[in-house]
């Protein structure tokens, strides 16, 4: 098992990156990893409960 960062800079201006990285996080825990996720600059917006709860991405990454 390897130990892994996600270091979060995008946050609730660009919801599309913001969400990949938590996508990547997600996917190396379920492959057992252990994963810690930092959050800067703008990412440090998703802990507000209201901006989580309404972030979406798209399909697409610009």
């Known amino acids: 098992m390897s130990r892994l960062l996600v270091h979060v800079t995008c946050g609730p201006e660009n919801p599309t990156k913001a969400t990949l990285a938590f996508f990547v996080a997600a996917a190396a825990v379920e492959a057992g ?5 930092f959050l800067a600059g703008d990412a ?19």
Do not use: I
């Open 44 to 62: 440090v917006q998703l802990l507000r409960e209201p901006v989580r709860n309404a972030l979406t991405g798209s399909a697409q990454v610009r």
């Open 33 to 37: 990893h252990e994963v810690h996720v």
